[in-house]
């Protein structure tokens, strides 16, 4: 079956760096586009960034622009958040996601708190 298993979140202060890792398993990951979505306390869901199949096409949310990087590794079946200049904005909880054949999977979630 789907799995996704985030890793990499922690507590870092303002203007620190933090690197997620989604690691996918149950789908042929080279053939899917990938997503990481936030949620802080208290909000929805946000989307945050997504990148194609093929790692050449990428998408941001305005707020993290020019912060955040996604990239993927289809060897190693891993999709990566390299997050810089962090703000405590950011603090929320960071969600891996892929639409597989018509159903949508989520890893359990990776904690990222920024202090000011």
């Known amino acids: 079956q789907v799995q996704l298993v985030e890793s990499g979140g922690g507590l870092v202060h303002f203007g620190g760096s933090l690197r997620l890792s989604c690691a996918a398993s149950?789908?042929?990951?080279?053939?899917?586009?990938m997503r990481w979505y936030r949620q802080a306390p208290g909000k929805e869901r946000e989307f945050v960034a997504s990148i194609r199949s093929t790692g050449d096409n990428t998408n941001y949310v305005d707020s993290v622009k020019g912060r955040f990087t996604i990239s993927r590794d289809n060897a190693k079946n891993t999709v990566y958040l390299q997050m810089n200049s962090l703000k405590p904005e950011d603090t929320g909880v960071y969600y891996c996601?892929?639409?597989?054949?018509?159903?949508?999977?989520w890893g359990q979630g990776t904690q990222v708190t920024v202090s000011s």
């Open positions: 149950g789908f042929t990951f080279s053939q899917y586009r």
């Open positions: 996601n892929a639409f597989v054949r018509t159903n949508d999977y």
